[in-house]
């Protein structure tokens, strides 16, 4: 199958994969935009899962601040290199996951940070939720813990979905930045600042 320059033009366009790259994804698809496009997004998070381990030293602590001045966020994003730092994708994904903190009210940045108390004490309600409707306990035990997935959800950084994209979780969006970039990105810490909060 012979594959265009505008085909592969296209897709660089939608993904900013490399030629080469973008080229075998249509070969692999058959020429179908919408599968190329998957098939990419999934080399590159297989990709960035090997990436992972890699120590991230170098990046930036990008600041947001919602208009009226009443909302604010510092995050601490980190990168393997000062060039990647620099770079307009890397810094873009910086300002984005500072909205999406202002936005969503994250509590953590990976579930394993919550403290066991947090945990237990959110258990212990959707717990009794289930068992106050009568439920017996296996099925209370299987409620809760689908209520527990909710909550992480809600207050997990990198599980929640992903304010311009719902589609995909922060995690996602992550990963598909390594595969792209090429080097391993983590988002370290926030802080999140409301006028009158606490």
């Known amino acids: 199958m012979t594959i265009s320059a505008e085909e592969v033009k296209k897709l660089r366009d939608k993904t900013g994969a490399g030629i080469m790259d973008c080229k ?3 070969r692999e698809t058959n020429g179908d935009i919408d599968k190329a496009v998957e098939y990419l997004r999934q080399k ?5 899962e090997k990436r992972l381990g890699r120590e991230t030293k ?6 947001y601040i919602h208009p009226g001045s009443r ?3 510092l995050v601490e994003v980190n990168c393997e290199t000062d060039f990647v730092a620099k770079t307009e994708d890397f810094q873009e994904f910086a300002k984005n996951i500072a909205m999406q903190i202002a936005a969503s009210k994250p509590l953590v ?3 394993e940070e919550l403290s066991d108390d947090i945990v237990s004490k959110e258990m212990d309600i959707f717990k009794k939720q289930a068992e106050e409707q009568k439920k017996p306990a296996h099925i209370a035990e299987k409620i809760a813990q689908g209520k527990m997935e909710k909550f992480y959800q809600e207050v997990v950084l990198m599980e929640q979905s992903y304010v311009r994209d719902p589609n995909i979780t922060v995690e996602d969006l992550l990963k598909g930045l390594i595969g792209k970039i090429g080097e391993n990105i983590s988002i370290k810490r926030f802080a999140r600042f409301e006028l009158g909060g606490e």
């Open 24 to 26: 075998q994804a249509l």
């Open 44 to 48: 590159g998070i297989a990709s960035a």
């Open 58 to 63: 170098e990046g930036l602590i990008q600041s």
């Open 71 to 73: 909302l604010g966020v």
């Open 109 to 111: 940045v990976t579930r």
